[in-house]
């Protein structure tokens, strides 16, 4: 995904499951905490399941900003009071998780963990979705195509569950331009 221009609306959230970055959300509760309750003040986010909560998706989800040296250790290793950030202990290494050797933000179609601080673009938002981030069908190459958002409840595939699709129902966002090289669609959001 692809920010062109900051809109009116840009929310803090925890993600209830994981969740590929672009797919359309709702906002909700969560049961997440880290650090004497420093998440809890924030809505929770989940791509819908049902046809009445994919028309409550009105927000696209992105990483949250991440400041941390390179490479990146998903998840990090730690314990309490070890040495070396937890390197220390033999239980550490090897360890079979996720090493990121570029920012997840930078990156296409990545899947963002459950419990993680994210960042919601709603109303106004431009943003430009790869290929495969979106349903895509022949009306979606038009500008001013109106588009909804899928989820299972509706018919669609459980893999494009948060995908907005063409619709005349529900309308969340409308087609700006269809990119026919790199079948890339910009969107602008309600």
Known sequence: MELNHYGDVILGAVNN??????????????TFDYDFGSKTDLPGCQVPTT?????????????????????IYASQPHYDWALREGWDQTTNAPFTSLVRLTHPNNQECQTIPSGSLVKLFGESSILTLSSGCYVYSAEVETPGCELTIASVGDGDAAGDAGKPKYGTSNLVAEVIQFHSTTSRLTIKIY
């Open 51 to 71: 046809a009445a909560l994919a028309g409550r998706s009105r927000y696209c989800i992105a990483f949250a900003e991440d400041n941390r040296s390179l490479p």
């Open 17 to 30: 499951a994981d969740v590929v970055e672009g797919r359309f959300v709702y906002l909700t509760s969560h």
